[in-house]
């Protein structure tokens, strides 16, 4: 054999244990009769040990959650004992820790087996984590290909991906929506709370300078506090959320504001 594939649609089986499912991946390798070999049956447990499934043998399929399903498939894949193993979207059912495990188990598993694996997926945020190499593939279907680094450094995932509606951030490695602004407000402050009183500006479509006058000037304490002052009026807040909260209240004066404010960007930024 030289090629296993995981692919995206659950089995819909029942009564079967996970042993038996694993073992269905040695099928290639048995006599007419699928009689497996002692050699046979360390490869099935090696796989189930490699995939995290110790104790599981005994288990149903049936009774197991999505994220545990996807490994025994990944085990069987991983008994087959093939050079290449290909997964069509292996964590289109799986929840954000799961989906972060199963890239992390992929990477281990290629990294010790020496196998070859390749992933179709839209994960595109995990694959840049992960991926030794990508394939992108345009709307006219040209194929760029390369490491994550040099695919963000040559703009192919910018020309890609990147609308009227998002695009890819090189610094931060990700991609962040555009929006209308709404207002202008001065952010004074740094460190981690500053970053995101940003992102939470940004989600309301507030711009944000620093050093700039301001008819609205947001300031962030060292002690995870927040002074909001609207014109003459100030404000203390405890959380970004009471923040927003005096900002939304005041949008109206701060839209005014901005309108005769000398600088006019057209978009603010926001992570997705």
Same mark, same amino acid.
């Given at each position: ?66 994220? #545990? ?32 495990? $199963? $890239? ?44 994550? #680094? ?19 951030? $090189?610094?931060?490695?990700? %991609?962040? $929506? ?25 989600? #309301?479509? %507030? ?66």
């Amino acid at each position: 054999a030289r090629l296993s594939l995981v692919l995206t649609d659950k089995l819909a089986v029942s009564g079967i244990s996970v042993m038996n499912i694993v073992a269905v991946g040695r099928y290639p390798y048995t006599n007419s009769i699928g009689k497996l070999k002692p050699e046979d049956l360390a490869i099935i447990n090696k796989s189930l040990s490699k995939c995290g499934l110790q104790g599981f043998e005994n288990r149903l399929y049936a009774e197991l959650s999505d994220g #545990e399903k996807q490994r025994v498939m990944i085990a069987r894949a991983l008994a087959q004992d093939t050079p290449l193993m290909m997964l069509d979207e292996p964590t289109a059912h799986l929840d954000l820790p799961n989906r972060i495990e $199963m $890239m992390k188990t992929m990477r281990k598993l290629a990294k010790e087996t020496q196998k070859a694996i390749l992933i179709s997926t839209h994960e595109l945020d995990l694959a840049l984590q992960w991926a030794d190499t990508i394939w992108i593939m345009d709307k006219s279907g040209t194929i760029e290909t390369g490491t994550p #680094e040099d695919l963000v450094l040559n703009d192919a995932l910018a020309n890609v991906f990147e609308n009227d509606s998002f695009f890819f951030d $090189m610094m931060a490695g990700n %991609f962040k $929506m555009r929006h209308d602004i709404n207002g202008t407000v001065e952010l004074i402050g740094s460190g981690v709370e500053y970053e995101w009183t940003k992102r939470a500006l940004s989600r #309301e479509g %507030f711009d944000y300078f620093g050093k700039q006058e301001a008819f609205t000037k947001i300031k962030v304490l060292d002690d995870k506090h927040w002074t909001f002052q609207c014109g003459n009026k100030q404000q203390q807040c405890n959380s970004i959320a009471e923040l927003l909260t005096y900002l939304r209240h005041e949008s109206y004066y701060i839209k005014e504001s901005h309108k005769h404010s000398i600088i006019q960007p057209s978009l603010v930024e926001e992570y997705v």
